[in-house]
């Protein structure tokens, strides 16, 4: 070890990076895209982060410090604005592009709560609308991913919060 090694500071983690890390995890499942027809392509992948973060989210809001929503939801951002950067979005456009990331996630959360708690539609309509973008799978795979999208909510709903936010997921 070189004496500027030891001098040399780790870079800190960003606020519930660990749980952030797992979201991600949950969304890539090969079985998201396989047996759920996801499609895999960008906006396929954009759509399962979105739909794993809303079901956390979900659950955060319920008993956890509102500080811990919105530092999930400013690692997804920052997520986001990373990989649209990747993508080659450039720094004049880039925050149009990452307000519109912040509006579909919000959007999604809004109907993703909404079909959770049974008030205007089902999951798998909001699923049919949001993670398929309009044109579902067959119906197999939409009820397939509908019964996963709940039977995680269920299990996070029974989740200790202090699990959660050290980046375990059920």
Same mark, same amino acid.
């Given at each position: 070890m070189g004496l500027l090694d030891r001098f040399r500071m780790a870079a800190p983690r960003a606020p519930l990076d660990d749980l952030y890390h797992a979201v991600v995890a949950r969304a890539r499942d090969p079985l998201w895209y396989t047996a759920g027809a996801v499609p895999d392509t960008v906006d396929g992948r954009f759509d399962m982060v979105a739909l794993i973060t809303s079901l956390v989210l979900i659950r955060l809001e319920r008993e956890t410090d509102p500080a811990h929503t919105v530092a999930l939801t400013e690692r997804f951002v920052d997520d986001m604005d990373g990989s649209l950067r990747e993508l080659g979005v450039g720094d004049m456009t880039i925050g149009k592009h990452v307000g519109r990331t912040v509006s579909a996630?919000?959007?999604?959360? %809004? *109907?993703?709560? !909404? #079909?959770? +708690?049974? &008030?205007?539609?089902?999951?798998? =309509?909001?699923?049919?609308?949001?993670?398929?973008? %309009? *044109?579902?799978? !067959? #119906?197999? +795979?939409? &009820?397939?991913?509908?019964?996963? =999208?709940?039977?995680?909510?269920?299990?996070?709903?029974?989740?200790?919060?202090d699990a959660l936010l050290a980046g375990r997921l059920p």
């Open positions: 996630l919000g959007g999604r959360l %809004g *109907a993703y709560r !909404s #079909a959770l +708690a049974g &008030e205007v539609e089902p999951l798998s =309509a909001a699923l049919a609308r949001n993670l398929y973008r %309009g *044109a579902p799978p !067959s #119906a197999e +795979a939409l &009820e397939w991913t509908a019964a996963q =999208a709940q039977a995680l909510a269920d299990a996070l709903a029974d989740w200790p919060a």
